[in-house]
């Protein structure tokens, strides 16, 4: 089993910054893409910015330029940059981890539990 923990959520004023973690425990031996995913409520879980093994990331318009996902294979750590903030980035933030355990097994995903980001004056 994979866990996944968020962290760095919070409130912040409109052009504010805060930075995101996720970090994973449990049977990992090999991880391909990791992503963050927000949703507000009454709307679909919708992809912030995803980070491929060995490629390159992706972004949705809404914050590209504004946010930054790196990534720590060392330490199986997914971060977020997020910075001129905006109120309509306020949403709870997921991430999201594809996942081997073991050799021959397939890539699964999972998801952490969120991490609440409001921003508001």
């Known amino acids: 089993q994979v866990q996944l923990v968020e962290s760095g959520g919070g409130s912040v004023q409109p052009g504010g910054s805060l930075r995101l973690s996720c970090a994973a425990s449990?049977?990992?031996?090999?991880?391909?893409?990791m992503g963050w995913y927000r949703q507000v409520p009454g709307k679909e879980r919708e992809l912030v910015a995803t980070?491929?093994?060995?490629?390159?990331?992706h972004y949705a318009d809404s914050v590209k330029g504004r946010f930054t996902i790196s990534r720590d294979n060392a330490e199986k750590t997914l971060y977020l940059q997020m910075n001129s903030l905006k109120p309509e980035d306020t949403a709870v933030y997921y991430c999201?981890?594809?996942?081997?355990?073991?050799?021959?097994?397939?890539?699964?995903?999972?998801w952490g539990q969120g991490t609440q980001v409001a921003v508001s004056s």
């Open positions: 449990g049977s990992i031996l090999s991880i391909s893409v």
């Open positions: 980070s491929p093994a060995g490629g390159s990331a």
């Open positions: 999201n981890y594809w996942v081997r355990s073991s050799y021959g097994r397939p890539f699964s995903d999972y």
